[in-house]
């Protein structure tokens, strides 16, 4: 085989592979926006999709607390709203 050819045949895969990278990145360039809000919408649901699992599929599990009813829960000796803090004796000053 002549060199002139193997010359020629590697100018090709040459060029051949620098329009790939030139195509690949104006495709990319021009899409960029598209491919971002991709990658976003991908990572919001697995993020979603991981944290309802992790607490238990909704507010009423998992990690979550159970929130307050809105009935007075305390114990009677507390529930009074007049006692307040006690008054400190013995100030130094």
Same mark, same amino acid.
């Given at each position: 085989?002549?060199? &002139?050819?193997?010359?020629?045949?590697?100018?090709?895969?040459?060029?051949?592979?620098?329009?790939? !990278?030139? *195509?690949?990145? +104006?495709?990319?360039?021009?899409?960029? @926006?598209?491919?971002? /809000?991709?990658?976003?919408? &991908? !990572?919001?649901?697995? !993020?979603? *999709?991981? $944290?309802?699992?992790? $607490? +238990?599929?909704?507010?009423? #599990? #998992?990690?979550?607390?159970?929130?307050?009813? *809105?009935?007075? @829960?305390? =114990? /009677? /000796? &507390?529930?009074?709203?007049? /006692?307040?803090? =006690?008054? =400190?004796? +013995?100030?130094?000053?």
């Amino acid at each position: 085989m002549n060199c &002139q050819k193997v010359i020629n045949v590697l100018a090709v895969a040459s060029a051949a592979v620098s329009l790939a !990278v030139v *195509g690949t990145a +104006g495709y990319v360039f021009l899409n960029k @926006d598209a491919i971002v /809000d991709g990658v976003k919408a &991908q !990572v919001m649901e697995a !993020v979603t *999709g991981s $944290l309802g699992s992790a $607490l +238990g599929g909704g507010l009423g #599990g #998992g990690l979550v607390p159970e929130l307050p009813t *809105g009935s007075n @829960d305390l =114990p /009677d /000796d &507390q529930a009074s709203a007049g /006692d307040g803090f =006690p008054i =400190p004796s +013995g100030i130094p000053f």
